[in-house]
């Protein structure tokens, strides 16, 4: 057994939704399994006349522009399976640090070195794992994005309830021009907007502008750089003064049609990404970028 499917047996995969009130976890045992995440800085921000407190879920790569590794894929879906079972989180906020990206996309070192069926399978489905995680959570995510928000970090942002970016923000899905599928992409953008938008940002593969990104609903708030990281924590305390109940059952049955979705095209996902991979079809540009940043 290799190293990736020991992770995802400890993981236990499971796609079938349960309920996010199976298991209430204490403060303290959320909060020291915060501890030993790898590329993931997880604190919680209290909120003034409020019981509840905002989570604040940092993307922490050694490099700047985030990029998402397996490992940290792994340790963002075991903190969203906690926050599913924690009461007391009003809010969850999703950013990239101080001074770096959101996301720019998955890590080619760990992509480009995809070769076997089974491993490309794997790879996809912690990916799969992680998208269904987010979206069972069932308080709101705002997300503050900055910078680069590529291909699989900008999937992650589009699975926030509400987007507040800057106005200089890279948002991008260059994956088929690049030779990589983009079957989740795809779906995602076709579910959440248009079969548009989905083929302007899959088929065109070119950065959208700050101003398309606002007119296609990518992004619901845009602010300058300084001031977005503040804006997003405001609009995420906002958030976390609504009733719960409400909330928790609203989101749980809005977001079941797309975990549904998710579901239903993992196997076509799986078959598309195992072709292009096995095809190599992607690995010279995982050579260029890998060339320039060894």
């Given at each position: 057994m290799t190293h990736w499917s020991k992770k995802r047996e400890k993981l236990e995969f499971d796609l079938i939704t349960k309920s996010s009130l199976d298991m209430i976890l204490p403060m303290g045992e959320l909060s020291e399994f915060f501890k030993d995440l790898n590329s993931i800085q997880a604190t919680f921000i209290d909120i003034p006349q409020n019981s509840k407190k905002i989570l604040s879920i940092c993307f922490a790569a050694s490099k700047t522009t985030n990029p998402f590794s397996r490992q940290m894929t792994l340790s963002l879906t075991e903190?969203?399976?906690?926050?599913?079972?924690?009461?007391?989180?009003?809010?969850?906020?999703?950013?990239?640090?101080?001074?770096?990206?959101?996301?720019?996309?998955?890590?080619?070192?760990?992509?480009?070195?995809?070769?076997?069926?089974?491993?490309?399978?794997?790879?996809?489905?912690?990916?799969?794992?992680?998208?269904?995680?987010?979206?069972?959570?069932?308080?709101?995510?705002?997300?503050?994005?900055?910078?680069?928000?590529?291909?699989?970090?900008?999937?992650?942002?589009?699975?926030?309830?509400?987007?507040?970016?800057?106005?200089?923000v890279h948002m991008q899905m260059p994956e088929l021009k690049n030779g990589i599928a983009c079957p989740l992409g795809t779906l995602l953008l076709n579910a959440m907007f248009s079969r548009a938008v989905s083929l302007e940002m899959c088929m065109g593969c070119e950065k959208v502008s700050f101003e398309k990104a606002l007119s296609f609903g990518l992004i619901q708030e845009g602010f300058e750089t300084s001031d977005v990281f503040e804006k997003a924590l405001a609009k995420a305390k906002f958030f976390a003064t609504f009733p719960q109940t409400p909330m928790r059952m609203t989101k749980r049955m809005f977001n079941q049609k797309l975990i549904s979705e998710l579901q239903n095209h993992l196997p076509q996902s799986e078959e598309a990404h195992v072709a292009s991979f096995l095809e190599r079809a992607g690995h010279t540009h995982f050579e260029k970028i890998l060339g320039k940043t060894s």
């Open positions: 903190v969203a399976k906690k926050v599913q079972n924690f009461p007391d989180v009003g809010a969850v906020l999703l950013h990239g640090g101080a001074n770096r990206s959101f996301s720019a996309g998955g890590d080619f070192k760990d992509v480009s070195a995809l070769k076997e069926d089974q491993e490309i399978r794997s790879y996809l489905r912690e990916i799969v794992e992680l998208y269904i995680s987010l979206l069972k959570i069932e308080v709101p995510i705002v997300a503050a994005v900055e910078g680069f928000a590529i291909g699989q970090g900008l999937q992650i942002a589009l699975l926030a309830d509400w987007r507040v970016a800057s106005n200089d």
